[in-house]
């Protein structure tokens, strides 16, 4: 039986998580579950997993997490350092499923126990990049790609010398606004923006899909993860999301991973690592699907993967500066406060301002986010106001 916490347990990932483990009871026993405030849907996981114990972030959901929880034995925690707390107990796996740079301190936690993190939570790692591949490093940790993409390259790689590599490419759907216009996608609501047409996710990576920044952000991970170089990471438009990304090696052999658009399929390959388990998910109907189909990305409509782009060559603090202008651009967007190309132009000011020092630790990462996020939402009251 191996041990399993899971940061974010509430959300889209740690849905689909907890639904591989729901099947396979008998191997996992379960250390902590965490949210932010959704403290009746954690109480409802913890008890039927067993959990050790709940934690809120948010400390105004704690009595109603005690409350459901009383009687059980399972304890309950909240606020910030309590969710550390529960990262930095000792567990054989620890799924990294919170949304944004929140996510960052539980996660760098976990990697300090020097165990084995699979990694959904890509905002963390784009912002932290240098200090967490570090941390890595000097921990012993072992970092597990969750994202599609990244966890499709992890299994291309498999077996093979990074050195031989010449190039790898990230597949995109290109999301729902693919074939908008730019005139129209200033028009584009909330509702539209996350109606993605092949996966289910949470409303922050929904967006992020729709103006392709998640994108940018998935190619400064695969930076960190997989360093062969920023001229050598590539991006191809791909509609079906049957290819989940490629690798090609220098002998001209190019290695490709496929897979239903399900995150059960790249979780189950993190959760049963270096093994195989099954997954409820349907085998891939190639026929059925009939073609796949590429394009390049057009960065005039989503300019996202160029400042993603340009980010990663300036280094420093500016992919954390990308990140923080990003997040706090799709929650005005999400609450209806600015048009949806208004995200990018956002972030694209933000990274225009002095830049801060580069950070040489956590508490620097954590310092340039919040700047940044202090520049974006000052910049975001003369666009609500426009
Ligand atoms: P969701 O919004 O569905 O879930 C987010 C989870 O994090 C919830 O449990 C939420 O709790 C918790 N949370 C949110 N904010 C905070 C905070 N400030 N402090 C502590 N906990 C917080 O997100 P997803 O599952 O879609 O995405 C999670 C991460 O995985 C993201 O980084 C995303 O980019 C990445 N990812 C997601 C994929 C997907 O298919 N969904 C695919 C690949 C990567 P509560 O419910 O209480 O709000």
């Given amino acids: 039986m191996r041990s399993i916490t899971i940061l974010g347990a509430t959300g889209s990932v740690g849905a689909s998580t907890l639904d591989l483990i729901r099947r396979n009871r008998d191997e996992w026993r379960v250390v902590a579950l965490t949210a932010k405030r959704h403290a009746g849907a954690l109480a409802a996981l913890a008890r039927e997993f067993g959990a050790e114990l709940a934690v809120v972030s948010d400390e105004s959901a704690l009595p109603e997490l005690r409350e459901a929880l009383a009687g059980t034995g399972i304890e309950a925690a909240s606020g910030e350092a309590a969710l550390v707390e529960a990262a930095a107990r000792p567990a054989d796996l620890t799924v990294a499923a919170i949304v944004g740079c929140a996510g960052l301190a539980p996660t760098m936690a976990a990697i300090e126990q020097g165990g084995t993190i699979a990694l959904a939570n890509k905002e963390a790692l784009v912002s932290a990049g240098a200090v967490m591949t570090a941390a890595v490093a000097r921990h012993g940790a072992t970092l597990l790609p969750v994202d599609s993409e990244h966890n499709a390259i992890f299994q291309c790689l498999a077996g093979n010398a990074i050195a031989n590599v010449r190039s790898i490419t990230l597949t995109a759907s290109g999301g729902p606004l693919r074939e908008w216009p730019y005139a129209r996608l200033r028009t584009a609501t909330p509702a539209q923006a996350i109606d993605h047409p092949n996966w289910r996710m949470g ?48 002998d001209g052999s190019t ?88 995200i990018s132009a956002l972030v694209e000011q933000t990274l225009g301002r002095d830049p801060p020092p580069p950070p040489q630790s956590l508490d620097d990462v954590l310092a340039v986010d919040a700047l940044a996020r202090a520049r974006t939402a000052e910049m975001l009251e003369l666009v609500r106001v426009a």
């Avoid at 952000?217 to 999301?241: K, M, Y």
């Avoid at 093994?275 to 300019?303: H, K, N, S, V, Y």
């Avoid at 782009?309 to 990003?326: F, K």
């Fill in 203 to 250: 409303a922050k990576i929904s967006v992020d899909s729709a103006t392709m920044m998640n994108k940018g952000l998935e190619f400064i991970e695969a930076h960190h993860l997989f360093p062969v170089g920023l001229d050598a990471l590539r991006i191809v438009i791909h509609p079906q999301s049957v290819i989940h990304s490629m690798v090609e090696y220098r």
């Fill in 255 to 342: 290695l490709a991973q496929l897979g239903p658009s399900d995150m059960r399929v790249p979780i189950a390959a993190c959760l049963a690592w270096p093994g195989r388990i099954d997954t409820p998910c349907a085998p891939l109907d190639l026929a059925a699907i009939g073609e796949l189909t590429f394009q390049a990305p057009d960065e005039d409509r989503f300019p996202a993967t160029r400042l993603a782009r340009e980010a990663a060559r300036q280094g420093g603090a500016a992919p954390i500066v990308l990140n923080a202008a990003n997040e706090v651009a799709v929650a005005a967007f999400l609450a209806g406060q600015i048009a949806f190309t208004d």
